[in-house]
């Protein structure tokens, strides 16, 4: 369903950007191809979370040069860039608490066809379906999560940025995570992962970038994963 | 003291008739704040500004474009002037008030306090404060009709139905429909109602139009009952922020009802202790700050 667009779905280089007066991210750099799962790793406040964030411009200011799909995305306002098919799911979730499930899950403007349907989304989440009139204020930490990811998917969204999905969560709903991982990367989704769980990333990602300091420090490929065990440890631990 | 049951249930029936335009205006507000972050001082000024335009529009527009059969009837009043209001708070948000996103509370109600203050002198220029009586009230609502317990003003009862109706009907918007649900989405988060790529700028655009717009046609119901004056507004949004604190943010079936409830409670007052009508509902206020700070129905 991808094969319009070209091989390379993100680019970011040199990406500044900024809360306020602070200074978080400092150039980074990094691509992702289609179809790859790429994963950003690194320490608490090195800058994963706002590399996302800065990518759909809901930092206060941004330089630098972001491109999805090819297209220079810098001077738009989010709802534009979430528009040529990027799909955000917050650290925090962001399940709309006045909101029910089912409620949440179409707020999403569909933006191209090709997106999941009601049904498929359900199939793929049924705790969802059956809570689908629930409200979002009264769903566990792993039925949000698996809400948050939901959400992006019935858009027609084919780049997902996807931020601490296994935070907090007890071992069964990673796992399960793990499986909405690989069924997602198997449908053709462009997914970038920030985590903190590395042995939850680790087997199902392509590439790694660490990043430090709001720069990258490393990348890393899948097949090099064992001979560089010691660096990415010196690099994650606190 | 003898009160009889009936002079309660009249001024209950006025009061409710008051409360039913307390309800439209903290409506508006209620659904403003929730989006904007901004306290809408010149909701008052809007008000008094659709009253004006169903008056201008009757009386005097045809004569300023030379058109001088021309006369906007009550009924297309009812239509144009909250559309033309609206538009004029569509170019206030996109002018002024997107100007201040992100900044502190302060600047937004400081903003709107002048807005207010700048349309209130402007047309207290133009048309004395004493008021001016809106001639335009339909014929078939001239009359009264028999409650049973009392005669009610036709057109009063057609005012409280019809705004009854209209706050039932923004309420089944905000709740009851995909729009709503975007609407109290933007709410909680703004921010990430973009990211998911809702067009948060606009829909916050509109709903300053369409809260503007509310009172706007609660100022044109309100115009064959009260004269139309510079400062109608400024008397009733007052008791109308009141309503809102009382009532609490959070719920847009909580403005509806606070407001009904104390109009009510105003006219009740007025027969029980007629000292106190015009301060019971600040008197509400302050216990309700001390003892729910939230309001009834806000939530924490």
């Known amino acids: ?238 | 003291m003898d009160i009889s049951f009936k002079a309660i249930l009249i001024q209950g029936m006025l009061g409710l008739n008051n409360g039913a335009f307390y309800a439209m205006l903290s409506l508006g507000l209620a659904v403003i704040f929730g989006l904007l972050n901004i306290v809408n001082f010149a909701h008052g000024a809007f008000y008094m500004l659709g009253a004006f335009a169903a008056l201008i529009g009757l009386t005097q527009l045809g004569g300023w474009i030379g058109m001088p059969d021309l006369q906007i009837n009550f009924w297309w009043a009812l239509l144009l002037a909250p559309l033309f209001v609206g538009l004029l708070g569509v170019l206030v948000d996109r002018t002024m008030l997107k100007r201040l996103a992100g900044l502190d509370h302060l600047y937004g109600l400081l903003l709107t306090f002048g807005i207010a203050l700048v349309l209130q002198g402007l047309f207290t220029n133009y048309y004395n404060t004493a008021g001016t009586p809106y001639p335009g009230k339909p014929e078939m609502l001239d009359g009264v009709v028999n409650l049973g317990f009392m005669f009610f003003p036709k057109y009063r009862l057609f005012a409280l139905v019809f705004s009854l109706l209209v706050c039932l009907l923004t309420w089944y918007l905000i709740e009851r429909t995909k729009l709503g649900a975007i609407l109290r989405a933007g709410t909680e988060n703004p921010d990430l109602v973009q990211a998911l790529g809702i067009n948060v700028p606009l829909l916050i655009t509109l709903t300053y139009g369409f809260g503007v717009g509310l009172a706007a046609l609660a100022g044109v119901l309100a115009a064959p009952i009260y004269s139309v004056s510079p400062l109608m507004g400024a008397e009733l949004i007052i008791v109308v922020f009141a309503v809102v604190v009382i009532g609490g943010m959070g719920s847009i079936m909580g403005a509806i009802v606070t407001g009904l409830g104390l109009g009510m409670i105003e006219g009740i007052t007025k027969v029980v202790y007629p000292p106190a009508s015009s301060t019971v509902v600040f008197i509400i206020m302050a216990i309700v700050l001390l003892v729910r700070p939230a309001g009834l129905f806000g939530r924490e």
Request: aromatic share 6%.
């Open chain 1, 1 to 238: 369903m991808l094969e319009a667009y070209p091989d390379e779905i993100l680019r970011v280089s040199d990406l500044h950007a900024f809360y306020g007066e602070s200074h978080i991210l400092h150039g980074v750099d990094f691509t992702v191809q289609r179809g790859e799962v790429v994963t950003l790793l690194g320490r608490n406040g090195s800058g994963r979370s706002t590399t996302l964030k800065a990518i759909l411009g809901l930092v206060s200011r941004r330089s630098g040069h972001v491109s999805v799909n090819g297209r220079q995305v810098i001077g738009l306002p989010p709802h534009r860039i979430a528009r040529l098919g990027v799909g955000y799911c917050p650290e925090e979730r962001g399940i709309f608490a006045s909101l029910s499930v089912e409620e949440n899950l179409l707020l999403p403007p569909v933006i191209r066809a090709g997106g999941m349907s009601l049904d498929e989304i359900y199939d793929m989440f049924p705790n969802l379906k059956e809570r689908r009139s629930s409200q979002g204020s009264k769903l566990s930490g792993g039925e949000q999560q698996m809400l948050a990811i939901a959400r992006i998917l019935r858009p027609g969204a084919y780049l997902l940025l996807l931020d601490e999905i296994t935070e907090g969560l007890a071992p069964v709903i990673v796992q399960t995570l793990g499986e909405v991982i690989r069924k997602l990367k198997a449908r053709g989704y462009t997914i970038v992962l920030v985590e903190q769980n590395f042995h939850f990333a680790a087997p199902l990602a392509d590439r790694h970038y660490v990043i430090e300091h709001g720069r990258v420090a490393a990348m890393i490929d899948k097949e090099d994963l064992d001979e560089n065990k010691d660096r990415i440890n010196s690099l994650l631990s606190v």
